[in-house]
């Protein structure tokens, strides 16, 4: 992978640049378990990435795998930005990445911090004692590495079930079920459910997002296992979970189970895949409105790309990685019969050099902004906006130079955006 990073200094973006580029490893190759199928429309019990199972139980509460067909809401016309500004909410954070805030009226937002901290953030203060901390089983050896996901349970307020994604101490994905405490203010390490374990043959492109669809199941996007270029060709084998969209139904029981409708839950592949064909999704999200998916896939070289699938879409999509770099040309030829989905956004290396992504606005607070997806580049610190134009295309526009290294965005209860920067503080979209 190049990147130019000479043009954008730091120590900080150095090290970030490479947690989503290209990197070498000696992490072993990726085992393959084999999955059997209960019944062809019967969910199946999760196993891990050595193909054991985890539990015998399925859920119970199996939520339906019709997705709504909302229509997107559709903007006029970008708002003015400079009436606008991001406001520092809190500073004092180590290497955040993310952040999750529960659907109520308490004003509390959980924040990811890399090294395996999850810190409070209640009423614009910092709290001092942590959520959770799982330092001593979350691997940072690498600078992709670390506690990279969080995604709380549709019905977080009631069973406190919420989900993590984290590179253990060799490296590898795992993603975990914990519980937290009735408080809601911290939560026991012991409550940890280990639900899928997937070995990373390289120590980049890890993805890490994970989010609860509108369908009710779990989303988690995983990358193509690293080094430069997908040299094992992962993101178009449908037998690895790496270079994926992962879909899988959780729920108050142990394990997870594949939804029916899951596009190789009949074989073909491993019946957690979603969709495929991606190099390293830093961060997807469902537009709370309409149930329409956004993914923000790193690329290699030269062009960063924003996806989008309308909530109604089929399984199965292909984002083209590694035959395209964004909707160029990069390494052999896909078959005559493949359809690969171009993004509806992407921008050069003399623009950025990594992308993150963002989410729909949907706040209150903020009306002409509803609607409008806004995301970043890392490096650089530049925020875009993009809407559909209302005729099949669509609108693009920086809105904002942050000036931060943008790990991730974020809402809280009430939709309202925040940024947060790698360096250690959270902001908020708010009017100047």
Known sequence: MKHRNNQYG???????????????????????????????????????????????????????????????????????????????????LNRPVGMAAPADDSGRIYILEQDGVIRILQDGQLMEQPFLNLQNQVGTNANEQGLLGIALDPNYINNRFFYLNYSDLSGNTVISRFQANEDLQSADVASEQILLQVNQPYANHNGGSLAFGPDGFLYLGLGDGG????????????????GKLLRISVGEQDGYAIPADNPFAQGGGRMEVWALGLRNPWRFSFDRQTGDLWIADVGQGE?????????????????GWDFREGSHPFEKQPAQDAVLIDPVFEYGHDQGCSVTGGMVYRGGALPEWRGVYVFGDYCTGRVWGLIPDGAGAW??????ESGVNISSFGEDAQGELYIIAHTGSVLRLEPR
């Open 303 to 319: 062009w960063e790309e924003i996806d989008f699938l309308p909530a109604s879409s089929s399984p199965g999509a292909n984002f």
């Open 227 to 242: 080094s430069g270029g997908d040299p094992e060709q992962r993101a178009q084998n449908s037998d690895t979970l790496l």
């Open 10 to 92: 730091g120590l900080l973006i150095v090290l970030f640049i490479l947690l989503l580029t290209a990197c070498q490893s000696t992490i072993g190759e990726q085992s393959t378990p084999q999955i059997i199928l209960l019944e062809t429309m019967t969910p199946t019990v999760g196993i891990n990435e050595t193909g054991q199972p985890l539990t015998e139980q399925l859920p119970t509460d199996q939520p339906s795998t019709a997705v709504p067909a909302t229509p997107t809401v559709q903007p006029p016309s970008f708002p003015d930005p400079v009436g606008y500004a991001w406001q520092v909410v809190v500073n004092g």
């Open 395 to 400: 609108q693009s526009r920086v809105l904002f």
